[in-house]
T-cell receptor, first 115, second 117 residues
């Protein structure tokens, strides 16, 4: 158990819909990351938040957005869903206060199927 | 540009064989981290090891060992006496920089390891 909690584990929704994926980082971790794993693109970095602020952006579509709340949990919002958005979405966390290095621990992922 | 290459797409071995998973990386940074993750059939990504660019010592953890060679930009992973439970997809990843600003991992395409009884 990595300590990173993601909900829901599985989600099936229709094209055009909007979903929200939720992530609770490991206790004390300030950074939250979102990754997408698809068959054709592999594992790709989407976005990073550190202590509530956006810190880095990757290949995140404009239809997708994320935020990190004061309690450090994060949400990834996916809107106007397309069939190609079907993927495994991972949340990860790192950077406990006072520690060095950046070991990144992943949650179990949220399987999104768009039909 | 940063890049991680895992040239072996699939490897199949028989239980108790040793197997090495190759990882070659490209980066212009002098400070970076290298990772290996395991993804079993259940889907989660399990952290195995992190190595920083200043530490070229090889590491052994039980049946797992890692060989880091900066001269060839490689970070290979060996499983000794493989077991069926080792069957999974293994990812090598690269992270540049230090501190809380890093975390963007560049992943290789993964190597699927099948260990047959």
């Amino acid at each position: 158990d990595s300590g990173v909690t993601q909900t829901p584990k599985h989600l099936i929704t229709a094209t055009g819909q909007r979903v929200t994926l939720r992530c609770s980082p490991r206790s004390g971790d300030l950074s939250v990351y979102w990754y997408q794993q698809s068959l054709d693109q592999g594992l790709q970095f989407l976005i990073q938040y550190y202590n509530g602020e956006e810190r880095a952006k990757g290949n995140i579509l404009e239809r997708f957005s994320a935020q990190q709340f004061p309690d450090l949990h994060s949400e990834l919002n996916l809107s106007s869903l397309e069939l190609g958005d079907s993927a495994l979405y991972f949340c990860a966390s790192s950077a406990r206060q006072g520690s060095s290095g950046n070991t990144i621990y992943f949650g179990e992922g949220s399987w999104l199927t768009v039909v | 540009a940063q890049k991680v290459t895992q040239a072996q797409t699939e490897i199949s071995v028989v239980e108790k064989e040793d197997v090495t998973l190759d990882c070659v990386y490209e980066t212009r940074d002098t400070t970076y981290y290298l990772f290996w993750y395991k993804q079993p059939p259940s889907g989660e990504l399990v952290f195995l090891i992190r190595r920083n660019s200043f530490d070229e010592q090889n590491e052994i953890s039980g049946r797992y060992s890692w060989n880091f060679q900066k001269s060839t930009s490689s970070f290979n992973f060996t499983i000794t006496a493989s077991q069926v439970v080792d069957s999974a997809v293994y990812f090598c990843a690269l992270s540049e920089g230090t501190g809380s600003n890093t975390g963007k991992l560049i992943f290789g395409q993964g190597t699927t390891l099948q260990v047959k009884p």
